[in-house]
């Protein structure tokens, strides 16, 4: 199993303004991926993190806005960049199992509000 | 490109029987695998049960079994012996080995009645 944290937990932020969302695994994964959770909403993937390489990000998702990095194989940061009141989301980071694990495990989440 | 479809938005059971969540999917790939999560209203996601393409018994994990059925892709989750604390938002999701992204339907509310 990989256990994910993330800070901070929740947030609330002026528009216009941005925040920066860290992500630590207690163990070396490969992929990272961000998520976000629009209220009421289901999961919409944002970009995927390699460590070394530029991240790769969804359609409808730009590195300005959501800009990403990945110094590690243990951490990844995400910011939202010049925020609106439609950031407002829960933010998640996810990764893989170690070794054979199929299994995909979730931070407990950023809950951001931009006021 | 893969899809996920949760045509339930909201579902009702009674206390310790056992209700099914629907969940179809789209894929062109071969192989994948089928996911079901579990999120509490405090938004933390819980990995409940996985399913191999290949594999040929259904999934089972406790109190949660998973319907695979290939040829009509589809991949309901079955809960049985309802608990009040089953009640929460659940999502189905797959991912596609080539791609390796995961992707979510848009859920299932489930209400446990006492």
């Known amino acids: 199993s990989a256990v994910i944290s993330q800070k901070p937990s929740r947030d609330i932020c002026q528009r216009g303004t941005s925040l920066t969302i860290q992500c630590q695994v207690d163990s070396q994964v490969t992929m990272m991926f961000w998520y976000r959770q629009q209220p009421g909403q289901s999961l919409t993937l944002i970009a995927t993190a390699n460590q070394g390489s530029e991240a790769t990000y969804e359609s409808g998702f730009v590195i300005d806005k959501f800009p990403i990095s990945r110094p590690n194989l243990t951490f990844s940061t995400l910011t939202v960049s010049n925020m609106s009141p439609e950031d407002s989301s829960i933010y998640l980071c996810s990764v893989w199992g170690t070794g054979l694990s199929y299994e995909q495990y979730f931070g407990p989440g950023t809950r951001l509000t931009v006021t | 490109a893969q899809k996920i479809t949760q045509t339930q938005p909201g579902m009702f059971v009674q206390e310790k029987e056992a209700v099914t969540l629907d969940c179809t999917y789209d894929t062109s790939d071969q192989s994948y695998g089928l996911f079901w999560y579990k999120q509490p209203s405090s938004g933390e996601m819980i990995f409940l049960i ?38 929460a938002m659940y999502f189905c999701a797959m991912r596609e080995v080539q791609g390796g992204k995961l992707i979510f339907g848009q859920g299932t509310e489930l209400s446990v009645k006492p």
């Open chain 2, 50 to 87: 996985y399913q191999g393409s290949y594999d040929e018994q259904n999934a089972t994990e406790g109190r949660y079994s998973l319907n695979f059925q290939k040829a009509r892709k589809s991949a309901n989750l079955v809960i049985s012996a309802s608990q009040l604390g089953d009640s």
